[in-house]
């Protein structure tokens, strides 16, 4: 995500506090250097005035920016707050359109995201935090005498780069342990898989010296990259002694030539030229941090640019009801998955509150032909042709209900798992309950009936039957029941059919279940699909 985008989200004015409280937390270290240096003016002779005066200054100077370091992280969290609703919403809305699979997308919310506030968000505000610090300290140095300020931050700089000049070395001896780590857990992988093969034929000596061979390489080379930090931590530390000592003799001498030099002075760029150093130094090390979250930053970047339809902002109901169909037809139409022939050369025609049951073996591509009439699939070959009273339309895919075995009931009321939070009536939804008997089974207020661990507090038929008032709810013409009396057991499963047959939909079911007498009692019409062919079953 660029920065652009994240600058677009944070208000301005919380953009212009933000850079004030940062600029005045960024001068503490100069105010220690300050404060601290100043003290050696002080001596025996200095009067309790003078000292009063100096801890009233300091003691408001601190409070002022330790103030200014509490606001700022203030409004550091609200920023942060901001840009996670902000994002975080949209890539629910962006990724629950583009169905991406619902671990990754979790995992994205609850691990990739945090990531990057802790990664990207956070150290991009401790970047020019650091960076404030640095100009700011450099200002001061600078400023109380330009030579020996400059000489100061000249001998500090190698403290930066010692560890970068190194890496090499470091990475060469880290990767080392970590390919000779790797053959030992290999070895110990080996040693534990065939343990019963080496005890029973007393083989365990060999293999054990092979063991302790490759553990000897493993911690020698451990030994070597641990020995390497510490060898790069004592050039840090010899360099420092250089650093301090070869600057303050410089200081040391000016003082005694009669330059405007004092101890004061030596001692406050000695502490502020700490402060231009570490905080260049973590900004360093911020960059390479972040450049951690690239990939992660990239993906979810692609995601949230796409573009999504059908979305409502408002949450409203669209009251331009489609126009009712009147028949859906095939114009011999073909489709395969490769060198699979789902339907070859096909025709078939639904009217008006049809009662169809598609039958045919397993696999043979039933639930192929629902996504081909809700156009998720279009066939190779051919049309299939929707028309209502005026002659042919467009295909609407809310036309259709698709209702599966095991339908999927949220942690919430039946209110809400009927109009799924969208604006309707009370009336309606207690019609629609009662159109599929679950009225008087969830107590006396039904619609506050609370369902819990995806509806394992309803039995399988009561959640079958709840997605059928889903359906009736949203007023759909074709009801497409997908093996929905699978799971379901024998009175369930009747009195779901027995529904299904009665209600005044469209109603095309898929189930191995119901026989043929038993579809002709209901007054099913029988589809059988078999070899690419779909033929009405007329066979009693």
Request: aromatic share 10%.
């Amino acid at each position: 995500m660029s920065l652009k985008k994240i600058i677009s989200i944070i208000p301005k004015k919380l953009l212009l506090l933000l850079f004030i409280t940062l600029s005045i937390s960024s001068l503490e270290g100069i105010a220690n250097s300050a404060i601290i240096g100043y003290l050696p003016n002080f001596s025996k002779n200095s009067s309790w005035v003078k000292f009063a005066n100096f801890v009233s200054i300091s003691v408001f100077t601190y409070i002022l920016i330790y103030m200014s370091i509490w606001l700022f992280s203030k409004i550091q969290n609200k920023i942060i707050y901001l840009l996670n609703t902000n994002l975080k919403s949209e890539y629910i809305k962006k990724a629950t359109f583009k169905k991406i699979n619902t671990n990754k997308e979790i995992s994205t919310l609850i691990n990739d995201f945090k990531l990057i506030e802790t990664n990207y968000f956070n150290l991009l505000i401790q970047i020019v935090s650091d960076f404030c610090m640095a100009a700011f300290s450099t200002f001061f140095v600078l400023k109380l005498n330009l030579l020996l300020g400059t000489v100061f931050i000249i001998f500090a700089i190698p403290q930066i780069f010692i560890p970068n000049i190194f890496q090499p070395i470091l990475l060469r001896r880290s990767a080392k342990w970590s390919n000779n780590n790797s053959d030992f857990v290999e070895k110990i992988r080996d040693l534990m898989g065939g343990r019963d093969t080496v005890l029973r034929y007393c083989a365990f000596a060999p293999a054990f010296k092979k063991i302790k061979e490759q553990l000897s390489v493993t911690e020698r080379s451990y030994q070597k990259m641990n020995n390497s930090k510490i060898d790069v931590q004592l050039i840090s530390w010899i360099w420092s002694i250089i650093a301090l000592f070869v600057p303050a003799a410089l200081g040391f001498f000016l003082m005694n030539t009669g330059k405007p030099v004092t101890i004061s002075i030596i001692l406050s760029i000695y502490l502020a030229s700490g402060q231009v150093m570490q905080p260049l130094r973590e900004a360093i090390n911020d960059f390479a941090s972040i450049k951690t979250t690239k990939m992660i930053r990239k993906t979810i970047e692609q995601t949230l640019a796409s573009e999504i339809d059908q979305f409502d902002e408002k949450f409203e109901i669209n009251t331009n009801t489609s126009p009712i169909l009147k028949k859906i037809y095939s114009n011999d139409i073909t489709f395969s998955f490769g060198n699979k022939i789902i339907l070859k050369n096909a025709m078939f025609t639904i009217n008006q509150n049809d009662k169809i049951l598609l039958t045919g073996a397993s696999g043979i591509g039933k639930s192929t032909v629902f996504n081909l009439l809700m156009g998720s699939l279009k066939p190779s070959k051919g049309k299939i042709i929707y028309t209502t009273k005026d002659g042919e339309t467009a295909l609407d895919p809310n036309d259709f209900a698709l209702i599966q075995q095991d339908p999927y009931i949220f942690n919430d009321t039946i209110r809400y798992n009927l109009g799924l939070g969208l604006r309707f009536s009370d009336q309606i939804l207690e019609s629609c309950l009662k159109e599929v008997n679950l009225d008087k089974e969830l107590g006396s207020k039904p619609l506050d009936y609370v369902c819990k661990d995806g509806g394992n507090n309803l039995s399988g038929g009561q959640r079958a039957r709840l997605e059928i008032a889903r359906a009736l709810v949203f007023d759909r013409q074709i009801i497409l029941a997908d093996e929905i009396d699978a799971n379901l057991d024998p009175q369930n499963a009747v009195q779901i059919d027995n529904l299904l047959a009665n209600i005044d939909k469209t109603v095309i079911m898929i189930s191995h279940h119901i026989n043929s007498q038993q579809a002709q009692d209901l007054g099913y019409k029988q589809w059988l699909l078999t070899d690419g062919k779909l033929k009405e079953n007329t066979s009693n």
